[in-house]
């Protein structure tokens, strides 16, 4: 049943969907796959500290901020992979790298910038800060990419000159010799496409403790979608395209529970005292829909979730409108 929060609106497995879209944005990605020990000792792997877990420090010191709002590159974990489907026969986990496209721009010179970014986070997170036990992939069929770099330039020369090439698992590995006898691999082409970057979801919430449970659970739903990202997680806040301030866009004030009786012009309805946005990133139009839906579907089953929206700025900003009408559709 309907609970009045938006002005269009149909429901969805008992909870009000804005009857809106979200507006989305054309990006640039590479989609990576980085294998690793997971911790010397088999009890690593279940330890608090993440230094213990190669490849989840891996996973999350490679995807930190930025992000695209400012003019950098953003990152995401895709998925956790089984050590039976990765190349080298150990577990991996699924980065995705972004940036934002710019259609007056010539793509080359975008994707030169971008990539000099992401050779940053290879070498600075992955290489150096890993344990050392790490080797990175492409993960993004030649087939549905919009072209490839040469590693070996910005990563590959790691090796001062004494790097070499070999060839493992049906692809070419630039080996970069370490002072601690495991060698660091990354494959010699790692291809890039062009996807759909930053629709977001909005969830509204009775308080905050059940918003902050809910979208934490549907986050980790959507580590089951593949070929998304959420580089945000369970973002506390969106960003509003005005007045902005020197580190980039302020957060939506308009949408602000603590404001709602500030505002003249404040948008949060009078039941809900809490909003979060998921932000998703996918390969295609269609990974996103499916993420939505994963998405919305988990939100579904917890209490203190009575909507669901779609940041939009009136189509303005944004190249693609998605409309959650279409994502949830039986």
Known sequence: MSRGLFKRSFTYRGIEIEDTFMEAFKGIYFRILVTAERGIRPEDRYSPWLEDDELRWIAYRATATPAVVVGRLEAGTEMFLSREISPDGREGVIIQYWWSYRDDKPLERQVEKFWYEVSIRIRQDILSCSGGTSRVFNWLPPENASGRVDTYELVGKCGGG??????????????????????????????????????????????????????REAVKRLYSVEGVITPFGACPSGSLPENYPPVGPPTNYYYCPS????????????????????????????????????????????????????????????????????????
């Open 162 to 215: 004494y790097e070499w090439i070999e060839h493992k698992w049906g692809r070419d590995m630039i080996v970069v010799p370490l002072m601690s006898g495991f060698d660091f691999m990354i494959e010699r082409y790692l291809y890039y496409g062009i996807g759909i970057c930053g629709a977001a979801v909005w969830v509204f919430c009775r308080d905050v403790q059940s918003c902050r449970e809910a979208c």
């Open 259 to 330: 404001l709602r009786e500030k505002l003249p012009n404040s948008k949060v309805p009078k039941t809900v005292n809490s909003i979060y946005e998921i932000v998703i990133n996918g390969i295609s139009r269609e990974h996103i829909l499916k993420a939505v839906k994963e998405c919305v579907n988990e939100l579904a089953k917890h209490e203190g979730v009575l909507g669901v929206s779609g940041a939009n700025y009136g189509g303005k900003l944004g190249k693609y409108m998605i409309s959650l009408r279409e994502a949830l559709q039986e």
